[in-house]
């Protein structure tokens, strides 16, 4: 099997849930064959590929683990520490939309919609909503009003603004992706829309009783719609519509997630989530297909609109034996009819000094002074250089 090189890789696409990594392997143009070499401390297993001319790594929790803060946060930081090029990544995955109907104009979010974490007003893109100090009566005093997480990089943000230039439009670049993945399977079926017709918003009265809203009836063409602003992070599972009005109202959040505020200060990610519940009593996993998919296709989109990494792998310690036999590769096994005896002779000399190389470390001293080594010393002079071969 073939080995990967973590050099080459540039965008970390980070998908928590089983079905958000299913999702995003769906999006991949083109599987890379092949692992990463791990060592002890490695925990986790990538799926790598390619997406819009970028090089991606698809990373997700492993089976049975716990979701939330804490899980996000040691995968982000293995990720980070793994793949030394990283150019940028993205939180792609699904989370609790919270509908607005009184604001002016309102905002009325339906499952299957998508969720960009931005800035807003005094706002940041992501808010750390139960991060902070305990003031009683049930009260939160949030550090730094919550605005304590990484700002996403910048050329993820530009490209977002480039989406969002279209709208109310925005769908039609990144539709035609979903379209092309709906109908592959997963465990619990596929990736097929439920149906507006199945969703259903319920608002609480004073005295802490449901009641399903009558929203405006959408056309096919208004199906999905994008919703950028402040998306609250937290280790809280939410399911009650009263907290979560007092935070949508408080904060100006347009959805809840749970992975952000611990991957967001190890990668600056880029935070897309599609809404597959309301954060309330009736909260299910119905949507959470559909969802996932509307959201790794705007991730897709996002990609399109970034022209891929060019840079070359900044590789620490080049691989000097792969390169001679390289060289043999391409060299004819037999000499060419003009080549003569001498000329023979020195390539394989530099053959061999080639492998030789690659079998030592050096050590190069050059300048003016007294360099103590072991226990004695060397004395350089103005310019002169020692170098000293070392075995491994």
């Given amino acids: 099997m073939a080995t990967l090189q973590p050099e080459e890789y540039h965008v970390a696409w980070i998908a928590p849930l089983e079905i958000e990594a299913q999702a995003a392997k769906h999006m991949l143009d083109r599987r890379h064959s092949g692992r990463f070499r791990m060592d002890r401390g490695d925990d986790y297993v990538y799926q790598a590929g390619e ?12 089976a049975g683990q716990e979701y939330g803060t804490g ?29 607005n109907l009184e604001r002016n104009p309102p905002r009325d979010t339906r499952l299957g919609d998508v969720l960009v974490a931005l800035p807003d007003n005094d706002s940041s ?59 592959k ?51 809280t599972l939410m399911r009650n519509a009263a907290r979560r009005d007092q935070l949508r109202d408080r904060y100006n959040l347009i959805g809840l997630e749970m992975e952000a505020v611990g991957a967001m200060n190890r990668i600056p990610v880029g935070v897309i989530r599609g809404v597959c519940d309301y954060a309330d009593s009736h909260k299910n996993k119905q949507w959470q297909p559909y ?36 060289m043999t590769k391409k060299r004819p096994n037999s000499a060419s009819a003009n080549e003569s005896p001498t000329e023979r002779d020195s390539y394989h000399r530099r053959k061999k000094r080639r492998r030789s190389a690659a079998t030592r470390r050096g050590v190069i001293l ?14 350089i002079g103005r310019d002169q250089s020692f170098t000293r071969g070392l075995d491994p």
């Fill in 51 to 62: 997406m819009c001319g970028h090089n991606v790594i698809i990373a997700t929790l492993p």
């Fill in 71 to 99: 899980s996000a946060a040691a995968l982000a930081s293995q990720i980070k520490k793994f793949f030394p090029n990283l150019w940028f990544g993205l939180l792609v995955g699904v989370a609790a939309g919270l509908p």
């Fill in 125 to 183: 893109g992501l808010v750390a909503y139960n991060l902070g100090k305990d003031i009683g009566n049930d009260e939160l005093s949030l550090l730094r009003r919550g605005q304590v997480l990484a700002l996403t990089e910048p050329v993820v943000r530009s490209a977002i603004s480039n989406i969002k230039l279209d709208w109310p439009e925005e769908s039609k670049h990144f539709l035609h992706y979903y379209e092309t993945m709906k109908n």
């Fill in 185 to 235: 399977r997963h465990q619990a079926g596929t990736f097929e829309d439920p149906g507006l017709e199945k969703d259903r918003f319920y608002q609480t009265d004073d005295k802490g009783e449901d009641h399903p809203v009558v929203r405006p009836h959408r056309t096919e063409s208004e199906r999905t719609q994008v919703w950028y602003g402040p998306i609250g992070s937290g280790e």
């Fill in 291 to 326: 969802a996932a998919a509307m959201a790794a296709a705007y991730a897709k989109a996002l990609l399109a609109n970034i022209g891929p990494n060019t840079t070359q792998p900044n590789t620490k310690t080049p691989d000097l034996d792969q390169g001679a036999d390289e």
């Fill in 366 to 379: 050059q300048g003016q002074g007294n360099v103590n080594v072991g226990s004695g010393s060397i004395n």
